[in-house]
């Protein structure tokens, strides 16, 4: 049996051994990651949000709602996309991110299990990314069979200076549903109503 003052001893030592291999640990390590912070710009912040935020200030994609980030991909309209263009854009031209972003979107393009207006979203990132990677990328999805996807890469195309996009789009002015017919307009430069 351990007497009080040599369990006090040990006791004391072993919280100084603590104490000296996590300050240790911490000294190796470094400071923690700048990119693992609320937010933080990478790919997937400012794609897909998801942090914890009360704020729009705490959120990569400058936008929060009912206390999570949203990112650009989650957000169902183009004024809000286009509020996060500028985040998506300084995220696509750090090398650092650059292909991780390519890849998510091109992951999410593809996969025609994923919701239609989501991979429409990721079509629509991508007039955000440098011409030589995004037009190769959404030429293949003007023939999509989803409608969004196809009206997305062309818009983006468009947007990108690429003739068949603008080939594309026009065919969406005779679209049958007036919000598209109102979105391919406003490519076109004529705002009013169809």
């Keep these: 049996m351990m007497t009080g003052r040599r369990h006090h001893i040990r006791k004391h030592f072993f919280s100084a051994v603590c104490?000296?291999?996590?300050?240790?640990?911490?000294?190796?390590?470094?400071?923690p990651d700048e990119s693992a912070k609320t937010g933080s710009l990478n790919a997937e912040s400012v794609l897909f949000g998801g942090d914890r935020c009360s704020?729009?200030?705490?959120?990569?994609?400058?936008?929060?709602?009912?206390?999570?980030c949203n990112g650009f991909l989650m957000s169902p309209t183009d004024a809000m996309r286009a509020e996060m263009a500028p985040k998506v854009r300084r995220v696509a031209r750090d090398p650092r991110h650059r292909d991780e972003l390519v890849n998510m979107l091109a992951i999410t393009l593809k996969d025609k299990e994923t919701d239609p207006y989501l991979r429409g979203r990721a079509a629509d990132?991508?007039?955000?990314?440098?011409?030589?990677?995004?037009i190769p990328m959404l030429v293949p999805y003007l023939e999509a069979a989803a409608v969004p996807v196809r009206f997305?890469?062309?818009?983006?195309?468009?947007?990108?200076?690429d003739a068949r996009g603008t080939k594309a789009l026009r065919t969406f002015l005779e679209h049958p549903s007036q919000a598209v017919r109102m979105m391919a307009r406003q490519e076109f430069g004529d705002k009013k109503r169809p």
Excluded: K
């Design 125 to 134: 990132a991508c007039a955000l990314l440098p011409s030589e990677i995004a």
């Design 19 to 31: 104490v000296f291999l996590a300050l240790t640990m911490w000294l190796a390590c470094g400071r």
């Design 152 to 161: 997305f890469a062309a818009r983006s195309l468009h947007r990108l200076g």
């Design 55 to 68: 704020a729009d200030e705490e959120c990569a994609s400058g936008s929060c709602s009912f206390g999570m």
